[in-house]
């Protein structure tokens, strides 16, 4: 079977999740990281070299001050228990966290730069975990960089090409994603790396994302297999 070497993943469908039980709507993030948890085991299990989710976009940021220091909370906690967690050890797994981490608050990036620097030198696995992140910001991030080269003379207007931009952009090693998969139900990508995934393949899941089973993941390669990638030709 043919399997992604790149996998994307919006994580959609948390606080619908919550209201289902009659939760407190961003309760639903916490079952949904339980879910990411799982994920990070089938992506070993299942040989998927490079993971990237989008965990946290940078309209959430503007959500309520509750819900989104109770996201700020869970955020702490889940990435604060990868710097012991023992599987990225055991599987080499290398963590990068992509977006405007700026905005993050202080204590929640030095946990990311914890993380990072612990996993640097790991190459078998690669998960990427966008924060704070929209792809439109991420173009302009980059071109603001590559103008800056220019203003200081480190770069000549006429070198730049897509080569040039990509090593810009938050991510410089970032692969081209193959297989972009998003649960609750909207058909729609949101901002979610539309360089990177200019070419990769669609796939939209009515179930919510902490609902996101193995069997689904599964089905999801299959159906990427199934598919004829033409790049255009």
Not at 84 to 108: A, E, Q, S, T, V
Not at 141 to 151: L, N, S, Y
Not at 153 to 160: E, P, Q, R, S, T
Request: aromatic residues 10%.
């Amino acid at each position: 079977m043919k399997v992604p070497k790149h996998i994307g993943i919006i994580l959609d469908g948390n606080r619908r999740f919550a209201k289902r039980l009659m939760l407190k709507p961003w309760m639903g993030h916490e079952w949904g990281s339980k879910r990411v948890e799982k994920l990070f085991e089938w992506c070993v299990e299942l040989d998927i070299k490079e993971l990237t989710l989008y965990a946290l976009s940078l309209d959430n940021m503007k959500r309520p001050k509750k819900e989104f220091d109770y996201l700020m909370d869970v955020f702490r906690k889940e990435i604060g228990a990868l710097i012991d967690d023992k599987r990225l050890d055991d599987n080499k797994i290398k963590i990068n966290f992509i977006g405007r981490l700026w905005l993050l608050p202080k204590n929640l990036q030095n946990l990311m730069d914890k993380v990072v620097e612990k996993t640097k030198d790991y190459d078998k696995h690669v998960i990427n975990i966008a924060l704070a992140y929209g792809g439109k910001a991420e173009v302009i991030d980059a071109a603001k960089k590559i103008a800056e080269q220019v203003r200081l003379g480190k770069l000549n207007v006429d070198d730049i090409n897509e080569r040039t931009f990509s090593k810009n952009l938050y991510f410089s090693d970032f692969g081209d994603v193959d297989l972009i998969i998003r649960t609750g139900g909207e058909k729609r990508t949101s901002d979610f790396i539309p360089m990177q995934g200019a070419y990769a393949e669609l796939i939209f899941l009515d179930k919510l994302w902490p609902e996101f089973e193995k069997k689904d993941f599964e089905n999801c390669i299959k159906e990427y297999d199934k598919r004829q990638r033409r790049f255009g030709r």
